[in-house]
């Protein structure tokens, strides 16, 4: 076994313009591995049940692709957490395992097994083996039946742009540009709904010449979008065509085109008519993969079924061009409602905003440019809005915030995401740089070392009404750090050192932060070491404003007055969310399942960014109301609220192990299920699931059965 020393392979991916480290380190406390994404700072760790000797191994013998591989002679392989396993052999999916299936031994062969926890993609290689799944208390455990040797594959799910496109302001040549996203595309079969088969859209900068690099070099996919060459058609279809792989192309009447088939768009409603398109397509091509090399059954296909029949085998077997016709032959009657969309993008049709574009179509956000019907908001110095608000404007201090500002309200959307890409600053949406979604992908830029939160309580009447949990996740150590009263010299100087999560709790006033001493305008500072950031304060979107502009990824601040009783829930329920793996949008949706409205808060940043992975790869909140359910019943209601981004983000899978629910595409549609309350104790030792109960967010492993009834 190898001591105070690790194994790491640096290997590139697939799609990616830079190189991603994995390391594999010698467990301290027991018999394994640890298992190190340092791209995204993620560790889990591997434990084998006898001493191991790490030894690199080829990666081209997996069936999926992988970024570096380890052998060890071993038995059995335990990661800390319950997943399903998917056996493949032959390069075929075989059988899919979870903890309510039963733990059979296949028959003896060689085989390869989708075994991954939420933090990477892990793959086990065995030959000669005949292998079985299991799942104890806490965690889930391969059993290879004798000890052998067995390669243990790892991909990262980091991504990042494969090149860079250098556009003119001339829109003919942004179309070249959005022409080149469906490069990105690691296929073309209906499998690229999974979104760990769509890789990033290559990065846009403006320059004086047309550059597109041959490594971007768009599909031939015999697939077209035709719209009048200006910014906001070009912005407003670049989804479409990044899904479709599809080249945008000059034409009066807005039109998509996929061989023979045409499907016209209405120019005075094309966001509308693309978003229908879009979700249409995808939603089919989420089901008809089930023929593919998952060939497994979701609510979602199921729920399909009952609308219409499908050849799902001849569908998959089509080149996209025709199968994207086919669809178009499909009544949407059949598809609407089985997914609701995530993310809305609003974006002033610009060319200084082109550069923003990759970063949206990554996440399949739906573009509205121009943005539709906007309202100019003037926020007062009162806490007039916050209805229930009753208490001292503690966030402030007095006489400090007289001036009426201006916000802009984006028409509603929807979607429970959010982003503003114009003019202005948006209330209840993201509000990014471009620079601040190049940043995103250097997160986390350390070794996978503890997430460092800093919680500063600038006024000592406010400490005890918010101290959020942050140490709540068990693949990342987490490091919090306290301070009180700090002076500006000390603020600025946290402000310049290295801090993960910033939880500012204070007051906030037009000339800054405010210390014993005065105030720190964060305007000041030249650069920032936060990455990311909650102030809660009245008013503290500038202060915010300038963190974001010094290098911080994002964060949540307030557009307005706050009373300290709401300020307080906020912080707590900010905190309490972001620990457990939820993006900002997803926090921002999450204040109004706890009945908090978030009209004053808004995000700074990527509206998409998490400080980390949730325990379950899935973001989501849960909903329970016990005086819905019945105290005699058998099973207890539940509603899911899901949250996707990244490699969880739409097309993704999402089971319930303990509910009596079916797997479903991942989306934002809330789903209804029951737990039976048989299998209550054992959901409720799951550590780390938010629950709304009742109106207030707990956690699971705070909750007792008792107060279920």
Known sequence: MLCGSNYAVVAGRRGASSRVTIKFDPLDDSHGIRVRDTAEGEQFPLRTDCAVDPAPAATDGFTMPVDAAVAVEARELHIPVFSSAVFWQGGEAIERVDASGPAERLERGTYEVDFSPPSVKLYVRVEDAAPRCVYTDDHAYLDVGETTRVIVGVRSHHETPAGTVTVTDDPRDLMAGVSTFGSALKTLSPDRSWPTLRGHPPAI???????????????????????????????????????????????????????????????????????????????????????????????????????????????????????????????????????????????????????????????????????????TLDQTPSPDSLGSASGPLARSAPASSSSTCSVVAPAAADTPGQTWIADGYAVRAANPTVGSFRRAFQWPDDDGGPLDVHVVYNDARLEAS?????????????????????????????????????????????????????????????????????????????????????????????????????????????????????????????????????????????????????????????????????????????????????????????????????????????????????????FLADSGIPVVLDGDLRFTDDLSAAEFR
């Open 205 to 375: 900068e403006r320059g004086s010449v047309l550059d597109v690099p041959e490594a971007v070099t768009p599909p031939e996919t015999d697939v077209r979008v035709e719209v009048p060459p200006a910014y906001g058609p070009i912005f407003t279809v670049a989804p479409l065509a990044f899904y479709l792989g599809a080249s945008v192309e000059p034409g009066e009447q807005p039109r998509l085109v996929a061989g023979d088939a045409v499907r016209e768009f209405d120019a005075t409603a094309l966001a509308a008519d693309v978003q229908d398109v879009l979700e249409h397509v995808f939603t089919l091509d989420c089901v008809v993969r089930e023929a593919g090399v998952y060939p497994f059954r979701t609510a979602t296909g199921e729920e399909l079924d009952d609308r219409v029949t499908l050849d799902y085998e001849a569908h998959f077997e089509l080149p996209l061009a025709e199968r994207t016709a086919a669809y178009l032959d499909v009544p949407r009657a059949a598809t609407a409602g089985l997914l609701d969309w995530h993310y809305t993008a609003h974006v002033a049709p610009d060319a200084q905003y082109a550069p923003a574009l990759p970063y949206l179509v990554d996440e399949l956000a739906v573009v509205h440019s121009p943005p539709g019907d906007v309202r």
């Open 466 to 682: 918010e101290q959020p949990a942050y140490d709540i996740h068990s693949y990342r150590e987490t490091s919090v750090t306290t301070s009180q009263n700090l002076t500006t010299s000390q603020l600025r100087s946290v402000l310049q050192s290295d801090v993960d999560f910033l939880h500012f709790v204070g007051h906030v006033t037009d000339a800054g932060m405010v210390c014993p001493d005065g105030a720190l305008d964060v305007r000041t500072l030249v650069n920032t070491g936060v990455s990311a950031f909650l102030l809660n304060g009245c008013r503290s979107y500038e202060q915010g404003r300038a963190l974001l502009t010094a290098g911080a990824v994002g964060g949540i601040v307030t557009v307005d007055d706050v009373a300290d009783a709401t300020a307080g829930r906020v912080g707590e329920t900010v905190g309490a969310l972001l620990a457990a793996g939820s993006p900002l949008y997803a926090i921002l949706d999450g204040l109004k399942r706890v009945g908090i409205s978030p009209g004053r808060y808004s995000i700074l940043g990527d509206g998409t960014f998490a400080v980390r992975r949730s325990q379950s790869g899935s973001a989501n909140l849960l909903v329970v109301n016990t005086d819905a359910a019945d105290a005699d019943a058998d099973a207890i209601p539940i509603t899911t609220y899901h949250y996707p981004k990244g490699e969880n983000g739409m097309g993704s899978v999402a089971s319930y192990r303990h509910a009596t629910a079916a797997p479903v595409v991942h989306s934002t549609s809330p789903r209804q299920m029951t737990i039976p309350r048989e299998n209550l104790d054992e």
